[in-house]
């Protein structure tokens, strides 16, 4: 299976635009993209950067290896990594452009907002009444500076383009 899987995590790149930045970025796509029904090969729990899917890293991993993908790791300023991510849709393969509207529209994000967005949808689905409140206290380096309300509008925008299954409404 994990072949079948890396071949719908390059269909996901290739509909963001053929090239998603970040590990953390593609996880929050894939989840929302699931999220709205739009993907449902991957499962998702909560770790320290919000929704998270081994079989996506797996997958990410196995395409790489296949060439379904390419995954270019680089070295930050800092001394950490950070991989890019390419893929090009397979000839021939059929187009959902809602699909391909909301994948680029989650990968133009800023990758912090995205991250917020993602953990907030994730913790609603959780049941904590006030989502945004939650991701600011597990998140809070990354929830100053008026970026909960940056999220807030993202996951609106978002709202905005059509779903199978609508985001919840926790904004």
Do not use: C
């Amino acid at each position: 299976m994990p072949l079948n899987e890396a071949k719908k995590v390059a269909a996901i790149i290739a509909d963001a635009g053929g090239r998603v930045v970040g590990r953390t970025r593609l996880q929050k796509i894939v989840y929302l993209l699931t999220i709205t029904g739009f993907e449902n090969e991957f499962s998702f729990s909560y770790k320290h950067y919000g929704p998270y899917s081994e079989d996506l890293a797996t997958a990410t991993r196995v395409g790489n290896l296949f060439g379904d993908l390419t995954e270019a790791e680089q070295t930050t300023s800092w001394g950490g990594s950070y991989s890019i991510y390419t893929a090009t849709s397979p000839f021939g393969a059929p187009v959902d452009e809602s699909r391909r509207q909301f994948a680029k529209a989650a990968a133009d994000a800023d990758a912090i907002e995205l991250e917020l967005a993602a953990t907030a949808v994730f913790l609603s689905g959780e049941g904590y009444e006030d989502p945004w409140a939650e991701t600011a206290r597990r998140k809070p380096e990354k929830a100053d500076g008026g970026r909960i309300d940056k999220a807030q509008n993202l996951l609106r925008s978002l709202s905005r383009i059509p779903t199978p299954l609508s985001l919840p409404r926790i904004v």
